[in-house]
């Protein structure tokens, strides 16, 4: 059974820092793309950061360029995030998720994670 | 940047069949992800790639792609479809790598 477990999560003050960290299990991690996806409260999904199955490539949304830092360790099945100089509209659940290989112009999210909120306020 | 665009809301009868649709770009090339959120829940994947449902997900939920619409038909709604509903794509510019729609509140009455 497929598992993601994220952690990480808490209340920081504008310009602080965080780590989110993804645990997974029941699958061969270091065969797939993951991704990290946020949902503010009341508000719809967006696409954070992703990364590839190597972790070589690396992928952000222009709104955390610059400050957040997605990584992965293969031996240790864990996908992170590294959040800095977090700002209150980067208050959301976190998901990650793990996409799924299905040929050609196919990009599914196929499980999730139950997701970790970040809040950031003073 | 691209955009994938939803109506925000549909209601549908019990047993009634509903189709939500789905636009953008990025779905000329990229078939689009359909997701179905209930409140306090993590996504749940209910239909990708041409028409493919994962396993567990009833048969009455299906999916079509033509040119740069999608769309997600539930065919007999149930109680229990009554939830948000996301598409999401990759974006052929890469920036950002992968798009979401707004979502689409589907009431079942």
């Known amino acids: 059974e497929v598992q993601l477990l994220e952690s990480g999560g808490g209340l920081v003050q504008p310009g602080g820092s965080l780590r989110l960290s993804c645990a997974a299990s029941?699958?061969?991690?270091?065969?797939?793309?993951m991704s990290w996806v946020r949902q503010a409260p009341g508000k719809g999904l967006e696409w954070v950061s992703a990364i590839s199955s190597s972790g070589a490539t690396t992928y952000y949304a222009d709104s955390v360029k610059g400050r957040f830092t997605i990584s992965r360790d293969n031996s240790k099945n864990t996908l992170y995030l590294q959040m800095n100089s977090l700002r209150a509209e980067d208050t959301a659940v976190y998901f990650c998720?793990?996409?799924?290989?299905?040929?050609?112009?196919?990009?599914?999210?196929?499980?999730w994670g139950q997701g970790t909120l970040v809040t950031v306020s003073s | 940047s691209s955009e994938l665009t939803q109506d925000p809301a549909v209601s549908v009868a019990l047993g009634q069949t509903v189709r939500i649709t789905c636009q953008g770009d990025?779905?000329?090339?990229?078939?689009a992800s359909w997701y179905q959120q209930k409140p306090g829940q993590a996504p749940l994947l209910v239909i990708y790639?041409?028409?493919n449902r994962p396993s567990g997900i009833p048969d009455r939920f299906s999916g079509s792609n033509s040119g740069n619409t999608a769309s997600l038909t539930i065919t007999g709604a149930q109680a229990e479809d009554e939830a948000d509903y996301y598409c999401n794509s990759r974006d052929s510019s890469g920036n950002p790598l992968y798009v979401f729609g707004c979502g689409t509140k589907v009431t079942v009455l």
């Open positions: 790639g041409e028409n």
């Open positions: 029941g699958f061969t991690f270091s065969s797939y793309g």
């Open positions: 998720a793990k996409r799924e290989n299905c040929g050609a112009n196919c990009y599914p999210f196929d499980f």
């Open positions: 990025s779905l000329r090339s990229s078939y």
